[in-house]
Nanobody
Framework: QVQLVESGGGSVQAGGSLRLSCAASGATYGGRCMAWFRQVPTKERERVASIIGGYTYYANSVKGRFTISQDNAKNTAYLHMNSLRPEDTAMYYC?????????????????WGQGTQVTVSS
């Protein structure tokens, strides 16, 4: 079992920055795909970014503004969000797989954090 705890959400004005953290515990951290998803009411959860080894993925909507990283020594993944826009407002979730495959759909991730709210005002 893997437990994930997110932190770092909050309210910012457009153009601002936030850094989300996802601390993992309970099982081997390395070798898993770590991902960040976000969800707004009435919409499906969408993958924003993911990382496995040196490989990263970004949704087109955040490419060039968000950066995903991880510190294996701290069992923590991060999402650095710059140039935030009102449309980035959502609940952000950290997720982990059981393998080194990063899936596009949430069904591929058995482990989830509780979520952290990000609100961007114009």
């Amino acid at each position: 079992q893997v437990q994930l705890v997110e932190s770092g959400g909050g309210s910012v004005q457009a153009g601002g920055s936030l850094r989300l953290s996802c601390a993992a515990s309970g099982a081997t951290y390395g070798g898993r795909c770590m991902a960040w998803f976000r969800q707004v009411p009435t919409k499906e959860r969408e993958r924003v970014a993911s990382i496995i080894g040196g490989y990263t993925y970004y949704a087109n909507s955040v490419k060039g503004r968000f950066t995903i990283s991880q510190d294996n020594a701290k069992n923590t993944a991060y999402l650095h969000m710059n140039s935030l826009r009102p449309e980035d407002t959502a609940m952000y979730y950290c997720a982990a797989t059981t393998s080194n495959i990063c899936y596009s759909q949430q069904a591929g991730y058995p482990y989830w954090g509780q979520g952290t709210q990000v609100t961007v005002s114009s």
